[in-house]
């Protein structure tokens, strides 16, 4: 192989190899969605570069069980919830009380290899990012969070229509494919 070939070769790798990165989304605003890793992407990139790379890019949505079921999610995320509802009401949150699922890394680490490119979703980008969190301190090195969620940020604008829905980005918002059907080699079965 020539020399201008293999130059050339090596130029296009190294393009395709940083072109994912360029597709990274900036720093959130909201603290709650801020990574020690600081990575971050869109719904709508983490689709696309997925789309682009579907062996090296992992979906993984840490929503409840139920949410992922009854919401809907992305037909290739991987379920594994990073915390579970309680069913305890909170009255002054108005919202069900949520616990840390003490197995969410060692369920990671058995799907997933440290040096995997992962992409969380959750909600709204909060649960994903203290995900991220959890697997940077247990080693993993790419991972993402995708910083507007499954259904994506409350609608604020008390002249909107949407107001107090979750109608901005995420990934519902965007069009983004949605199944409600479950396949059993990405849903979250506990060990017994």
């Known amino acids: 192989m020539s020399r201008t070939r ?10 395709l190899l940083f ?7 900036e720093k959130p605003a909201d603290e709650k969605k801020q990574t020690k890793a600081g990575l971050y992407v869109t719904a709508k990139e983490a689709f696309e570069q997925w789309s682009a790379n579907k062996d090296g890019i992992k979906i993984l949505d840490c929503r409840t069980p139920e949410e992922y079921v009854f919401v809907g999610h992305a037909p290739m995320a991987h379920n594994i919830p990073s915390r ?6 909170n009255a002054e949150k108005k919202e069900y009380a949520m616990k840390q699922n003490d197995g969410f890394v060692t369920a990671v680490q058995a799907k997933f290899k440290p040096d995997d490119v992962i992409m969380i979703m959750c909600r ?16 993993f090195a790419k991972v993402y969070t995708i910083v507007d969620g499954f259904e994506g ?10 107001f107090g829905k979750r109608a901005l980005n995420g ?22």
């Open 19 to 25: 072109s994912s990165l360029a597709l990274a989304a």
């Open 124 to 139: 709204s980008g909060q649960r994903s990012a203290e995900s991220v969190n959890r697997l940077t301190d247990a080693g």
């Open 6 to 15: 293999r130059v050339l070769i090596a130029v296009l790798f190294v393009s």
């Open 84 to 89: 579970f509802l309680t069913y305890d009401f």
């Open 153 to 162: 940020d409350m609608d604020k604008d008390q002249q909107s229509p949407t």
């Open 171 to 192: 990934w519902q918002n965007a069009k983004l494919p949605v199944t409600f059907a479950l396949d059993p080699a990405l849903v979250y079965l506990p060990k017994p």
